[in-house]
């Protein structure tokens, strides 16, 4: 997470050089007394925000003023620095910069108004010696050239000795106050600008001042009426402000492109309709982590030239880590290897409880593909599916890719012998926020450890623990690895249980603060039981208050509450609760999908979240995403089409039918995000460099308006208008790994439906029996009842274990093992089974231990069983 937006505040030599010559144009006629003031908190009373600092100590506020300690011996003044991004500069204007300077024991500071990405242009600059006493220096000019976001930078650097600098009452007073902000919302017939699936819901929303019934008409690429109907008016919307209707053309179930809806005399952006329309966005969004790694090259070959970067944080200069990396001061006095892991969002950070929540749904969106009958085995997550260096490695590549989170997460564990060992750090990033744009292996920031918290420990423990049991069939050694990690950890946390990180620990990253625990130690202590099956961790999960509570919030769950994410998997994940207990957890579920429906219906833009300003929020978009989640798992559960297509039609809102009329996903719809918040991808500001790549999801709405750009352009905005898609506004339009997370989760199960085709009815029956047991093995049955009508003239069964279970030997089939997939084909004298008839198959595996549950799903010739 990126608190204040930040641009790129290195100058080179020659850049800086160049600036030299230019200095402040001749003085001209003061700015009118109530010219607009250009910079945001310039009298530091609401804390250092938006400023940042690059070479110096951290920025901090001292009676009333913004200081740092700059350090002696930097060869060049732009050496360090202290700024402000997003100054906007109208050309021809009159403008006076103003501040208060002082330095301790004194040093020259060169104020400069430039472009804060190269070549770093430079408008005006002012030089000053300070000395231990403030002086006020003010010196007015002429634009020669507009800048909608320039950047002021106060170069501090180039002095012998370490000096303490100090700014007060920082001003550009002049140009233009801004012009009111109007979005272009485009046609006022809203849609899912990517398409609908045939058999699935297709519902639209128009903006209009009628409150009678109008006529739409769904129209071909070539214009020709395909079916039509009328609208149901709904009334203002309270999130939006506009009066609106809506059209339901679900009916309509004929693949097409380029086609449209039109109403009230206009006609939407184009859309398909197809069984394969998320397919693509499947792969799209996981390649985000690919594009976030840190401690690699990115190949451009796979994600794309334009993507292409050396490896960062390396310890390359002028990187300082992160194989070598100290912790803050006074935190510890070791030294951790910390390399790898994905950048969290659109800084260089990475944080311990933002990267578990994020490899939990990766590794859940591949878990998913055991259990869920619309899954397919999971062929379309397996290995080669993903432009990414491991594919073809005969691991699957959605866990290649999640590995590489994990072993950082592994990484972050305070080592033995030490004082809490055990317990993970909370993260890891820059002593002082740098700017943008700013590749990784550019970034010249000491790196730094922060304190061990509870929170990062459980997550820790909770990610470790799936990795061991999901691993296991493809590296035994590192899902040991893992397996070791997660009951450490637990124990350390159970050792530790209130370690908490500051709110006040947010120079240079995000703080990601968490005084509530309780939901983490609940989502460990599931993972940990569904991987050992060990009693210890089923007494702790059920002892938890979050087990029989009602964990699904109206606004849905996130980093900071994950009790969802355990009950999710204990509803779906095969394990040995009672039939009763797993009745209640799954029934919660489906209680908590039914809220969102009746939520999602209320909603004119069909929404499973609230309409008021408390649903729109810093990265809501995900936890829009993370009740549809919900809404997926209640249709996995329960094959009731009813949640798929609540599924289906909740992400229509993230592709274009919103107030804004804007897909919040790059590369996917008409009009798309594209100028997301990032160091990386930061195309705005330097056209070298690429937007997002497709499949990145912007943050979305946010009405409490976080940043100083969206609260300068949004002021009064209605909730779904705040939002802008712009470099600068971090709090509505940043990229996240956890949001993205939920991305491909939601994408994945929307691929698997295909067409969205009516829910066939199961034809067959299937029983799964653990015979016997002993050290390092077992012995199971499997019984599969033809349920149909018609007999079956061949057969394949399939299933897959929860962990490192191998078999070894079988009779009555041909039975072949692939990672935890077990598929058995009949033998020549068993092809046939006739209505009502069964058959049976047994086994011998072996297994090194932990849990041995039955399968979750058991497939005839690709169809689903249901469990006798």
């Known amino acids: 997470m990126t608190p204040p937006r930040r641009r790129r505040a290195l100058l080179a030599a020659a850049a800086a050089l160049a600036l030299a010559t230019v200095g402040a144009a001749p003085a001209h006629a003061e700015p009118p007394p109530d010219a607009p003031e250009q910079i945001d908190n310039g009298d530091f ?37 202290i700024g402000q991004d997003g100054v906007p500069l109208v050309a021809g204007a009159e403008y006076t910069l103003g501040f208060d300077v002082s330095a301790t024991p004194g040093t020259p500071v060169t104020a400069v108004l430039q472009l804060g990405a190269p070549p770093y242009t430079g408008y005006a600059s002012v030089t000053v010696t ?40 920082v001003s550009l007073r002049g140009g233009e106050p801004p012009e009111p902000y109007e979005p272009d919302t485009g046609p006022r017939v809203r849609v899912n600008q990517v398409g609908y699936l045939p058999g699935g819901p297709k519902n639209a929303t128009v903006v209009t001042e009628a409150t009678e019934p109008l006529p739409w008409r769904l129209r071909s690429a070539d214009g020709d009426v395909l079916a039509e109907g009328t609208t149901t008016p709904r009334g203002v919307d309270p999130a939006s402000g506009q009066n609106v209707q809506t059209a339901d053309f679900s009916a309509y179930r004929t693949p097409g492109t380029g086609l449209r809806l039109e109403i009230d005399g206009e006609a939407s952006h184009p859309f398909d309709i197809s069984g394969g329309l998320y397919e693509r966005l499947r792969a799209d969004s996981l390649q985000f982590f690919y594009a976030q790694r840190s401690g690699i090259a990115i190949d451009g070959a796979l994600l ?115 004082p ?97 625990v309780t939901d983490e130690f609940y989502w460990a202590a599931v993972e940990l039981w569904l991987t050992t099956g060990a009693p210890a961790y089923l007494a702790d999960l059920t002892a938890s208050p979050h087990h029989t509570q009602d964990v699904f919030e109206p606004r849905g769950f996130g980093w900071q509450g994950v009790a969802a994410l355990g009950r999710l998997d204990l509803a779906t994940v095969p394990n040995a609760l009672p039939a009763a207990e797993l009745a209640r957890v799954r029934a919660s579920v489906t209680d908590a999908a039914d809220g969102y429906l009746a939520e999602l219906r209320r909603q004119a833009y069909g929404l499973p979240m609230p309409g008021d300003a408390g649903s729109y929020f810093w990265g809501g978009n995900s936890n829009v995403l993370n009740n549809t989640v919900v809404l997926a798992t209640a249709f996995d559960l329960t094959g009731d089409a009813r949640y798929r297509d609540g599924a289906v039609q909740a992400v229509d809102y993230l592709f274009g039918r919103n107030a804004l009329n804007i897909s919040y996903v790059t590369g996917w ?39 100083p750009f969206a609260a300068q352009l949004l002021a009064g905005c209605a909730p779904m208008f705040c939002y802008v898609d712009d470099i600068n506004s971090y709090s509505t339009n940043e990229v996240a790994i956890n949001w993205n997370s939920a991305l491909a989760w939601v994408a994945s199960f929307l691929a698997d439906q295909g067409a969205a085709d009516p829910v066939a009815a199961p034809t067959c029956a299937a029983t799964y029996t653990l015979h016997g047991s002993w050290p390092g093995g077992f012995t199971s049955q499997v019984t599969i009842r033809n349920t149909g009508t018609a007999p079956v003239d061949g057969w394949t069964a399939r299933f897959a274990f929860t962990g490192d279970q191998a078999v070894d030997r079988a009779w009555l089939a041909r039975v072949s093992q692939s990672g935890a997939t077990v598929t058995a084909r009949n033998e020549p004298h068993n092809a046939r089974i006739n209505p009502g008839a069964t058959v049976t198959f047994g086994f011998t595996a072996t297994t090194g231990g932990g849990a041995n549950p039955p399968p979750g799903l058991v497939t005839l010739n690709g169809v689903p069983c249901t469990s006798a």
């Open 669 to 707: 719809g008409e009009h798309a995000a594209r100028n997301q918040h990032s160091r990386i991808f930061a195309h705005q500001l330097d056209p070298s460099l690429p937007h997002p790549p497709a499949g990145s999801l912007a943050g979305g709405p946010n009405a409490a308006l976080q940043d």
């Open 130 to 169: 300070a000395g231990g006493t403030a002086q006020r220096v003010e010196r007015t000019f002429t634009a020669t050239d507009g800048n909608p976001s320039a950047q002021l930078i106060f170069q501090v650097g180039g002095s012998a000795d370490e000096q303490t600098v100090c700014l007060d009452n």
């Open 304 to 418: 794309g030239e334009a993507y292409a970067r050396p490896a960062g944080h390396l310890g390359v200069a002028p990187n300082q880590g992160d194989t070598d990396v100290p912790c803050q001061p006074g935190v510890c006095d070791y030294r951790l290897d910390v390399r790898g892991g994905w950048y969290d969002a659109g800084d260089h950070g990475k944080y311990v409880v933002n990267g578990g929540i994020a490899t939990y749904q990766l590794l859940s969106a591949f878990e998913r593909t055991k259990t869920a009958a619309t899954a397919g085995g999971g062929a379309a997550l397996g290995d080669g599916t993903l432009r990414v260096p491991e594919h073809g490695n005969g691991v699957p590549d959605i866990l290649d890719e999640a590995r590489w989170e994990l072993e950082f997460l592994l990484r972050m564990q305070v080592p033995a012998g030490q």
């Open 420 to 516: 809490l060992a055990g317990m993970a750090h909370h993260k890891i990033h820059d002593r002082n926020w740098t700017g943008l744009p700013l590749a990784p292996h550019d970034d010249p920031q000491p790196r730094e450890l922060h304190p061990p918290s509870t929170a990062a420990t459980l997550n820790l423990a909770a990610v470790a623990a799936q990795c061991a049991r999901l691993y296991a069939p493809y590296d035994a050694a590192f899902a040991g690895r893992c397996r070791t990690a997660a009951t450490t950890a637990y124990a350390a946390a159970k050792a530790h249980p209130d370690r908490y990180a500051s709110p006040a620990d947010s120079t240079g990253g995000g703080a990601y603060d968490d005084t509530r």
């Open 45 to 81: 009373s609401a804390g250092v925000a938006p400023w940042f600092s690059y070479g110096t100590g951290p920025l901090g506020v001292t009676d009333g003023r913004l200081c740092a300690t700059v350090p002696g011996g930097l060869a060049n003044p732009w050496d360090a620095g």
